[in-house]
C-alpha cells in the first residue's frame, strides 16, 4: 500500500465538514486475484432530495516534487485505472482527483493542462491547504476513454 500523501487529512478533514462520511480510508479495489488499488478515500452522503447516496472515491495529490509535469503525467495514469477498476467493482461511485488550489492556480488552468482534464474526463476537488476547505468540485462526463 502506498504512502499517505501530505494533504491526507486536510482532504478527509474538508469532506468531513462538508456533510461527506469517509467509509474507506483507503479504499481497496480488488482488480484480480494477485492485484489490489488502494484509492485514498471513499466517501459517501446522503442526498435529500433523492433519498440516496452519493458515492465518491478521491485520490489526493499534492504535486510538490520538483517536476509538476511529471507528478501529473503520473496522476493521469494513475487516475485513468483506477476509473477503470471503479467502473468494473464500483460503477456507482464518481472519482476525483484532490488538488491544492494554488497548484490549480498556478498549473491546472493552462490551456493545455484544461484540455487534457476535459478529454480525459478528470473529475476535479479542488482544496485550500491554508484554510482546510473544498474550494471547488468539477465533474466531468462519466463516460469512458
Keep these: 500500500m502506498?504512502?499517505?500523501d501530505v494533504f491526507h487529512d486536510v482532504v478527509k478533514a474538508a469532506l468531513e465538514r462538508d456533510g461527506w462520511v469517509i467509509t474507506d480510508d483507503p479504499l481497496?479495489?480488488?482488480?484480480?486475484?494477485?492485484?489490489?488499488?488502494?484509492i485514498d478515500l471513499g466517501a459517501e452522503k446522503l442526498i435529500a432530495?433523492?433519498?440516496?447516496?452519493?458515492?465518491?472515491?478521491?485520490?489526493?495529490?499534492?504535486?510538490?516534487?520538483?517536476?509538476?509535469?511529471?507528478?501529473?503525467?503520473?496522476?493521469?495514469?494513475?487516475?485513468?485505472?483506477?476509473?477503470?477498476?471503479?467502473s468494473d467493482r464500483e460503477p456507482e461511485r464518481v472519482l476525483y482527483l484532490a488538488v491544492p488550489a494554488s497548484i490549480y492556480d498556478e498549473f491546472f488552468t493552462r490551456p493545455f493542462i484544461q484540455s487534457v482534464?476535459?478529454?480525459?474526463?478528470i473529475s476535479l476537488l479542488i482544496y485550500n491547504?491554508?484554510?482546510?476547505?473544498?474550494?471547488?468540485?468539477?465533474?466531468?462526463?462519466?463516460?469512458e476513454t
Design 28 to 38: 481497496t479495489i480488488r482488480v484480480d486475484s494477485l492485484t489490489d488499488l488502494f
Design 129 to 143: 491547504i491554508e484554510t482546510g476547505e473544498i474550494v471547488r468540485w468539477q465533474k466531468q462526463s462519466s463516460t
Design 2 to 4: 502506498a504512502a499517505k
Design 49 to 86: 432530495a433523492e433519498k440516496e447516496n452519493q458515492k465518491i472515491a478521491i485520490e489526493i495529490k499534492s504535486f510538490l516534487g520538483q517536476s509538476v509535469v511529471s507528478e501529473f503525467h503520473t496522476a493521469i495514469g494513475q487516475f485513468t485505472n483506477y476509473r477503470y477498476a471503479l
Design 117 to 121: 482534464i476535459q478529454r480525459s474526463r
